[in-house]
């Protein structure tokens, strides 16, 4: 973009060049980045077919390639890796789980290894999460536990109470919570905290007008969000930010306007795709964040984006969860 | 020694396996899919050795987000009975170029637990917070290494040091209730009252920012003190001409409490407080700040 385009405010979303951006991303295997984003390339098939199907444009990717792509990721132990030969970890295998359950083809691996997988990532005296076995512990990965299990519909396979109250040592003086007990609020841990809070009913352990307001604080002067105090806004905390929001049922606090503005500027208009802020570089992280930014603000086009498990919500009721947040979605903006 | 200085000849490399997609690929650069060529060969004869080590050095570097590489290194180190010394100085080196990358925390942990040895560590994490003084993960390292080796009581002259240096450094007010809260030695009320009483010479430095607000508070609900401790730096502020939010914000807070336990006058305030905000001083949390007022305004 040139500096001129770049004070020029879209005023509306292109669907269209998002949905060929995404669509591109798998043909650029001569550039080294593709290369050196291997280990996350799981993450990346979520991101982007999350991000076509709250387009509407699901089928955009091939259903039987991307399946048969996950399950290739599968280990014998029933985790799965970021991508083909590579270790499982905890992250993946959920994302692997989102995708099969956008896919609606969970039929297609083992589930009992996936549930067996999972639980084993849980310490079960202190109710944390490590992410593989090399025994890292953060917040993100309870989320990512209690989400996929959750998914499944095993949540008896883990120590929810452990879990939780382990979630809860997270939780600080200024109503966020941080990666482990005492590290500082953040708004993407405070996402994963909330929402693994939302799965398992227990919300009312959450101060929500104190972490409210910590979160819209989050709002800058020129509409964007950042994740921490004094930090620059950036798209993807559209997400993390208007997720935990809206599970709180308070995701009017926020500047709805201004925030649609600062995420639609940020648009690469020859590319496509969605950059961290209006100007930078666009990726598909970026994309998918301020797609489900505008669908938490009820933006037309959308499909409604579950603010718990960063799915599309109908795949969230095909599977059959109940809707564990108070969200009121674009009507309910007053 | 570089990788390509061993001799590879027994080790077959075995491409890349990019799944069901029938696109032909052409690796950008040459030297970085021959290491992982190798890599995928000795991975799976699980060789622990010294090319082999040498090898995930070279794929590190080209990309330390690959966490399978960390999990082979590590294995490879403790059966070689590697330095780990020597280790460290890899990882610094690591860190410089790529601070905020998970798997190098990670494996930094490991090392230093196996060492038993964290002598390096307050200088290693104080050097990178040099550089980027809200690095997420050096902070979080850092509280590990307090926690773990009992490192408690220097803590709250160095969060000191990076106070003055930056006022507003929120990761550093984080540490500062980390350093006393968390600490196995519980504070005295009195000690809770100094502590206020430092945070609002701070608040004065910096009224709009919102790091020492939301830790005098933090403080506050700790101690025996009540928010009305604030009042006269809240009222102080605004005398003074200085507006801001959080000052304002601290005011309703007050008013509330009063008038939850009854009084009409502050209930009155305490709504005034909220519309100069939502209307004047606030604006883009003009619904945050209407909530507040109907939720004083629904006191009985």
């Known amino acids: ?106 039929d297609a691996v083992n589930v009992e290894k996936i549930v067996e997988y999972v639980a084993s990532r849980q310490d079960r005296q202190t109710g944390a999460f490590t992410g593989d076995e090399w025994g890292e512990i953060d917040t993100r990965f309870s989320y990512s536990a209690i989400s996929c299990l959750s998914l499944l519909k095993r949540l008896d396979a883990i120590d929810v109470k452990k879990a939780t109250e382990f979630i809860m040592l997270c939780k600080n003086f200024d109503g966020g919570f941080g990666s482990t007990p005492g590290a500082e609020s953040h708004a993407a841990q405070i996402f994963c905290c909330v929402g693994a809070l939302a799965i398992v009913n227990s919300l009312h352990l959450v101060d929500a007008d104190l972490l409210g307001w910590w979160l819209c604080e989050r709002q800058l002067k020129n509409g964007g969000l950042n994740g921490r105090p004094e930090k620059l806004e950036d798209v993807c905390y559209s997400w993390w930010v208007l997720s935990a929001l809206s599970i709180l049922g308070r995701v009017h606090w926020i500047n709805k306007e201004k925030l649609i503005d600062f995420i639609l500027t940020a648009q690469d208009l020859e590319t496509g795709g969605i950059a961290d802020r209006p100007g930078d570089m666009v990726d598909v992280f970026h994309t998918l964040f301020g797609l489900t930014g505008l669908s938490l603000l009820g933006y037309p086009g959308l499909k409604l984006v579950d603010p718990v498990y960063c799915l599309p919500k109908y795949v969230v009721q095909r599977v059959g969860l109940a809707e564990r947040y108070h969200a009121k979605y674009g009507g309910g903006f007053t | 020694m570089s990788f390509e200085n061993y001799d590879w000849s027994d080790v077959v490399p075995i491409e890349q396996d990019d799944g069901p997609d029938p696109l032909a690929q052409i690796a950008y650069d040459p030297e970085y899919s021959k290491a992982m060529g190798y890599f995928r060969a000795l991975a799976q004869k699980n060789e622990h050795s010294e090319r082999a080590l040498t090898l995930t050095e070279k794929i590190i570097e080209h990309n330390p987000a690959h966490y399978t590489i960390w999990h082979y290194r590590q294995q490879i180190l403790f059966s070689l009975n590697k330095d780990l010394y020597e280790e460290l100085d890899f990882i610094r080196n690591q860190v410089e170029q790529n601070p905020k990358n998970y798997q190098l925390w990670h494996h930094r942990q490991v090392i230093v637990e196996k060492l038993k040895d964290c002598s390096l560590e ?48 929120n990761s550093a007010w984080n540490q500062r209730y980390f350093a006393i809260f968390y600490n196995p030695t519980k504070p005295s009320e009195e000690f809770l009252e100094q502590e206020v009483q430092y945070g609002i010479t701070k608040i004065k430095l ?90 004083l305004a629904s006191i009985a």
Not at chain 1, 31 to 49: A, N, P, Q
Not at chain 2, 136 to 161: C, G, M, P
Not at chain 2, 247 to 270: F, H, M, P, W
Not at chain 2, 275 to 280: D, G, H, K, R, V
Request: charged share 25%; hydrophobic share 35%.
């Open chain 2, 122 to 169: 307050s200088s290693f994490t104080e050097e990178v917070l040099n550089d980027d003084s809200k690095n997420y993960h050096a902070w979080t390292y850092r509280q590990w290494v307090i926690r773990t080796f009992n490192l408690w009581d220097n803590e709250l002259s160095f969060v000191e040091k990076l106070l003055e240096k930056d006022i507003r450094n």
């Open chain 1, 1 to 106: 973009m040139t500096s001129t385009e770049k004070t020029e405010r879209p005023s509306e979303l292109f669907i269209d060049l998002h949905v060929k951006y995404i669509q591109s991303l798998d043909t650029k295997k001569d550039d080294l980045e593709y290369w050196l984003t291997e280990h996350l390339r799981l993450s990346g098939v979520y991101w982007g077919l999350t991000a076509l199907d709250l387009m509407n444009n699901v089928d955009a990717l091939n259903k039987e390639e991307v399946v048969k792509y996950v399950v290739s990721c599968q280990h014998d132990n029933g985790g799965f890796g970021g991508h083909i030969g590579h270790d499982p970890h905890l992250l993946y295998t959920h994302y692997a789980v989102l995708i099969l359950q956008i896919e609606d083809s969970l």
């Open chain 2, 206 to 295: 910096a009224p709009n920012n919102i790091s020492p607000w939301n830790y005098v508070k933090g403080v506050i609900a700790k101690s025996k003190l009540k928010i009305d401790v604030l009042e006269e730096l809240c009222k102080t502020l605004y005398q003074q001409g200085i507006i801001s939010p959080h000052a304002l914000g601290c005011l309703v807070d007050i008013y509330e409490d009063r008038a939850k336990c009854g009084s009409i006058n502050e209930k009155e305030l305490g709504i005034q407080t909220c519309i100069l905000l939502a209307e004047q001083h606030d604006t883009i949390r003009q619904k945050y700040w209407n909530y507040r007022k109907h939720v």
